[in-house]
T-cell receptor, first 114, second 113 residues
Framework: DAGVIQSPRHEVTEMGQEVTLRCKPI?????LFWYRQTMMRGLELLIY????????DSGMPEDRFSAKMPNASFSTLKIQPSEPRDSAVYFC????????????FGDGTRLSIL | SQQGEEDPQALSIQEGENATMNCSYK?????LQWYRQNSGRGLVHLIL?????REKHSGRLRVTLDTSKKSSSLLITASRAADTASYFC?????????????FGKGTKLTVNP
C-alpha cells in the first residue's frame, strides 16, 4: 500500500510568494495532521483534521497559514505571504483515529523562503 | 513546552553495543509512542506502550514505562549501522478539549561500523 504522499519534496521561493503544500493520506485513514519541524523548535503540530473537519488549529502560527481538506484523500497547507522564518520541513501524517493511534508520516516538504 | 523530553540529545556507539534512550514527560498519559526518523525522511512508528503496561518488546527493541516517575526508556540491543537515526518519544496530551500527540526533540543516535 502507498504511504502518505507529500508534494513537492523541496520548494524554494522568494519572500512574499504564496506557497502550497499538498498531502495525500493513506486510504481509509480518518485523521490527518500537519507538522512543522525545525532545529530550534523540534516537531510542532500545526493543525489536524478528523473526517475532513479541522479539530484543532491552535498550532497554526499566524493568519498567513491556512489548511484545507476538501475530501478524504487530499489536504493542502498554504502560506500567504511567505516569510524567511517559515523555512522548515513540513510533514503530513495520517492515522485511523486522532486518539491514541499511531501516525504514518510522509517524507516531508523542505521549504526554503529566501 | 514539550510534553516529552528525550535524553541524551546525542549518542554515539559502536556496532554491536546496546543503545539506551530516555524520555520524561510532565502530565499523565494514556500511552507513549516511540518513533524513528532517518535523515531526510519522515518519522516511522516503532512501538506504542499503554499506561497500564510496564514493558514491551519488538525485535531488538525494548521499551519500558514507569508512570510513577513519568519516564520511559527505549533500548536497542546489538545495534547496527542502519539504526543510525533520530529517535523521538511522543505522548498524548489533552488541551482545550482536543487531544494531540506531542513529540520531544529527539535523541540523535550514531552507530559506528
Amino acid at each position: 500500500d502507498a504511504g502518505v504522499i507529500q508534494s513537492p519534496r523541496h520548494e524554494v521561493t522568494e519572500m512574499g510568494q504564496e506557497v502550497t503544500l499538498r498531502c495525500k493520506p493513506i486510504s481509509g485513514h480518518n485523521s490527518l495532521f500537519w507538522y512543522r519541524q525545525t532545529m530550534m523548535r523540534g516537531l510542532e503540530l500545526l493543525i489536524y483534521f478528523n473526517n475532513n473537519v479541522p479539530i484543532d488549529d491552535s498550532g497554526m502560527p499566524e493568519d498567513r497559514f491556512s489548511a484545507k481538506m476538501p475530501n478524504a484523500s487530499f489536504s493542502t497547507l498554504k502560506i500567504q505571504p511567505s516569510e524567511p522564518r517559515d523555512s522548515a520541513v513540513y510533514f503530513c501524517a495520517s492515522s485511523t483515529s486522532f486518539r491514541g493511534s499511531t501516525q504514518h508520516f510522509g517524507d516531508g516538504t523542505r521549504l526554503s523562503i529566501l | 513546552s514539550q510534553q516529552g523530553e528525550e535524553d541524551p540529545q546525542a549518542l554515539s556507539i559502536q556496532e554491536g553495543e546496546n543503545a539506551t534512550m530516555n524520555c520524561s514527560y510532565k502530565t499523565s498519559i494514556n500511552n507513549l509512542q516511540w518513533y524513528r526518523q532517518n535523515s531526510g525522511r519522515g518519522l516511522v512508528h516503532l512501538i506504542l506502550i499503554r499506561s497500564n503496561e510496564r514493558e514491551k518488546h519488538s525485535g531488538r527493541l525494548r521499551v519500558t514505562l514507569d508512570t510513577s516517575k513519568k519516564s520511559s526508556s527505549l533500548l536497542i540491543t546489538a545495534s547496527r549501522a542502519a539504526d543510525t537515526a533520530s529517535y523521538f518519544c511522543a505522548t498524548d496530551r489533552r488541551e482545550g478539549g482536543s487531544e494531540k500527540l506531542v513529540f520531544g526533540k529527539g535523541t540523535k543516535l550514531t552507530v559506528n561500523p
